[in-house]
């Protein structure tokens, strides 16, 4: 099976800072999935590192729908660069024929519960788990791996 998983997850350091989020929760998974690991921050064409950003109100759908912006901590709007690589983790998603993601909690692109919204954390997904859910993608929070995962999909072995 093929998972989309949020590339700092996997200990690849693509976060805001340089640093990574690796879960040691996803080796239990290894032995039967073959990740595909993307950064929508990445791939919407930020650097890194890069200054923190943070959803200015409502969630990532509110962004995916243009009522709010996508704001850096020094003001910057980089709400297309996050629309941006939404998009091409969808187009990834979809080459690839994936069902389920599994991405990383309180980021504004990647959050399923929770996402950053100008420097205090608040419930909602971000911009790309957003997106994905609208296309139908079955989107895992990094916190809730090994439950989420094994009531989904083990039990049908
Ligand atoms: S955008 Fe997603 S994959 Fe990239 S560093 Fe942030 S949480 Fe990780």
Redesign the pocket.
């Known amino acids: 099976m093929k998972i989309l998983v949020?590339?700092?997850l996997l200990g690849i350091r693509?976060?805001y800072d340089g640093s990574s989020?690796r879960s040691e929760d996803l080796s239990i998974l290894t032995d039967e999935t073959v990740f595909i690991p993307?950064?929508?921050?990445?791939l919407g064409g930020l650097p890194t590192p890069r200054c923190p950003a943070a959803i200015a109100g409502g969630d990532g759908g509110d962004v995916l729908d243009g009522r709010v912006q996508v704001l850096t901590e020094d003001g910057g709007d980089v709400t297309a660069r996050f629309l941006r690589g939404a998009g091409e983790v969808a187009r990834i998603a979809s080459m690839m024929n994936i069902s389920t993601a599994i991405m990383?909690e309180k980021?504004p692109?990647?959050g399923v519960f929770s996402i950053k919204r100008t420097k205090i954390p608040a419930d909602g997904m971000g911009v790309t788990s957003a997106l994905l859910t609208r296309k139908g993608i079955h989107v895992i929070s990094s916190d809730n791996i090994i439950d989420e995962y094994v009531r989904h999909y083990r039990h049908r072995k």
């Open positions: 949020s590339a700092c693509c976060r989020a993307v950064c929508p921050e990445q990383k980021s692109s990647c």
